[in-house]
């Protein structure tokens, strides 16, 4: 079964510097998607970011951007200058392969992310 | 605008009370979800439902029961058989495309379940 690891529970960063959130994952499949949501205290899920497995490149979203380490199965999120309004708990999610019937979404237990002015 | 909307945003059960969830989407979405989120924990899958008047059970259904008569529709409800139900519930939908391929998942506001 897939599983999803995000390491580290909280983490602190000031306003206009860069943060990096960790993610590492467990799969023998070849071909999966991997996403980042964020929630923010009114608790509604937003997607942040995606990136399917077999691209090599790695995704980004204006000041949002992954890196994607296929080998390693890590999937990182890395935010650039940072706002107050990124404060949020952040999770990373895995998707099975999009080809073999349902797929369903596994997600690590989240990072809650504080942005300090 | 649209989107997927979730009610009661607050909901209270009695012991040995049914009740019953909303999700409505209006995005011509096909597939709709059902999670549940406990403190400190991801979200788990509850039920899915890929068209109308089929679902199917995730990895936590054990309490709770679904129907799927409108593509637009997906309730949930926590039977009295669920004897831990106070939790955030979040309803999400995404579209199929073709080779069963699902796109990503949206989600709604969520509903906060608490037990008297």
């Known amino acids: 079964a897939q599983t999803v690891t995000q390491s580290q529970p909280e983490m602190s960063v000031q306003e206009a510097e860069t943060v990096t959130l960790s993610c590492t994952y467990d799969t023998s499949e070849s071909d999966y998607y991997l996403f980042w949501y964020k929630q923010p205290p009114s608790r509604q899920m937003i997607l942040v970011i995606r990136q399917e497995a077999y691209k090599q490149q790695n995704a980004t979203e204006n000041r949002f951007s992954v890196n994607f380490q296929k080998a390693a199965k890590s999937f990182s999120l890395k935010i650039s200058d940072s706002q107050l309004g990124d404060a949020a708990m952040y999770f990373c999610a895995y998707r099975t392969d999009p080809n073999t019937g349902f797929q369903k979404l596994v997600f690590g237990t989240g990072t809650r992310l504080l942005v300090s002015p | 605008d649209g989107g997927i909307t979730q009610s009661p945003k607050y909901l209270f059960r009695k012991e040995g009370q049914n009740v019953t969830l909303s999700c409505e989407q209006n995005l011509n979405h096909d597939a709709m979800y059902w999670y549940r989120q406990d403190p400190g924990q991801g979200l788990r899958l509850i039920y899915y439902s890929q068209i109308v008047n089929d679902f199917q059970k995730g990895d936590i259904a054990e309490g709770y029961s679904v129907s799927r008569e409108k593509k637009e529709s997906f309730p949930l409800t926590v039977t009295s058989a669920q004897k831990n139900p106070t939790a955030f519930y979040l309803c999400?939908?995404?579209?199929?495309?073709?080779?069963?391929?699902?796109?990503?998942?949206?989600f709604g506001p969520g509903t906060r379940l608490l037990v008297l």
């Open positions: 999400a939908s995404s579209i199929v495309t073709g080779g069963g391929r699902r796109e990503t998942q949206y």
